[in-house]
């Protein structure tokens, strides 16, 4: 059996969110929670610190850079490692994720059938 892995998927798309969902979930050592918007993230991670946070970086009101940043300030979150999931895939675009302190970029649109694997593959590598 699989080491159960907390994830936290952040989107402000609704179907977005449930495909990324049923798509984490087909992982069944994948425990998920999502979150429409960065203030809801940021208040998730208080009561249920996720192992890793998957985080749209383009929405509305604080933004997924913004969403980061403001992790990275709180002692609770600062260590959680954040993947990025972006259509904004160019190398220089991936180059700012990485040094806002993203572990890693995922490119929209992801594959559903290969997200939790995709993801479990991450986890690992930022665990060594």
Do not use: C, H
Request: glycine residues 4%; without cysteine; negative net charge.
């Amino acid at each position: 059996m699989a080491e159960s892995l907390k994830i936290l998927y952040v989107d402000d798309e609704n179907d977005i969110r449930e495909i990324a969902g049923m798509a984490l979930e087909l992982d069944s050592d994948i425990e998920l929670r999502t979150s429409a918007s960065g203030a809801d993230a940021l208040s998730v991670v208080q009561e249920w610190l996720p192992d890793l946070i998957l985080l749209d970086v383009m929405m509305p009101g604080m933004d997924g850079p913004e969403t980061l940043a403001r992790l990275r300030l709180d002692p609770v979150s600062a260590s959680i490692p954040v993947a990025f999931i972006t259509a904004r895939t160019q190398p220089e675009d991936i180059e700012t994720f990485m040094a806002l302190g993203a572990v890693s970029v995922i490119s929209k649109p992801f594959d559903p059938m290969t997200l939790a694997t995709q993801t479990r593959e991450l986890f690992a590598t930022i665990n060594g």
